[in-house]
């Protein structure tokens, strides 16, 4: 079946660093790739979505500036938290779909973010 | 923002016992998918229900869908500790870009 990897899975960084968050779709062409983020406790609440070789489109509050997105290639898409602050520590999650959806939509394990 | 509201919120059950949760939302969709996620990990897929179907099994779960009511339910027959975990439904809206819309979860503790 498709799977994503996501990397790293967890990741320690001081305030004012940037971080940057892979996900790789091992067996498939992730033609969309949607970030999500989830506080403790919570629902996943979409970032952005993003289609490869295209500018991601993001979700209103989200600022691109501070979480660039890179999607060069179908089996690539990076999330980068510039400038991080705690209240960005979060869990972040990726999910790639390929034209078509033919796996639906498959999920990376996550990223625990905490920024100190 | 979300499109799905799940309830209830919690649910202790005993090992055997059957959970059920609910999920409410509030446009019309293309399909609504469950998904399970095991503390701190990602989302593994359930099953989806199409708009035009109102009730699918896979396994021991068995998902219905009210497109009157706006409404599904996610039932875990025979419940084990291993179905410890939150579950989330999640709505396809059909719209160009095929984004998924999250509901805010049910915590499901099976106790052994």
């Known amino acids: 079946g498709a799977v994503v990897s996501q990397h790293p899975s967890w990741v320690i960084c001081k305030s004012g660093t940037s971080v940057k968050i892979e996900c790789r779709s091992l067996?498939?062409?992730?033609?969309?790739m949607f970030w999500y983020r989830q506080f403790p406790k919570q629902s996943l609440m979409l970032m952005a979505t993003?289609?490869?070789?295209?500018?991601?489109?993001?979700e209103q509050g989200v600022e691109k500036d501070k979480f660039l997105i890179n999607h060069a290639s179908l089996t690539l898409s990076t999330l980068t938290v510039t400038s991080a602050h705690p209240e960005d520590s979060s869990f972040y999650i990726c999910?790639?779909?390929?034209?078509?959806?033919?796996?639906?939509?498959?999920f990376g394990s996550g990223t625990r973010l905490t920024v100190v | 923002s979300q499109q799905g509201e799940e309830d209830p919120q919690a649910l202790s059950i005993q090992e055997g016992e059957n959970a059920t949760m609910n999920c409410s939302y509030k446009?019309?969709?293309?399909?609504l998918q469950w998904y399970r996620q095991n503390s701190g990990r990602g989302l593994v897929h359930l099953i989806l229900i199409r708009s035009n179907e109102r009730e699918k099994h896979s396994g021991r779960l068995r998902v219905t869908l009210d497109t009157s009511k706006k409404s599904s339910s996610l039932l875990i027959t025979a419940s084990r500790a291993a179905d410890t975990a939150s579950y989330f439904c999640?709505?396809?809206?059909?719209?160009?870009?095929?984004?998924?819309?999250f509901g805010g979860g049910t915590r499901v503790l099976v106790k052994p």
């Open positions: 067996d498939f062409q992730a033609t969309t």
């Open positions: 999640a709505t396809d809206l059909g719209a160009a870009g095929n984004k998924l819309t």
């Open positions: 993003s289609n490869e070789g295209s500018k991601a489109t993001y």
């Open positions: 999910s790639a779909g390929d034209r078509g959806y033919r796996y639906g939509y498959t």
């Open positions: 446009t019309s969709i293309n399909n």
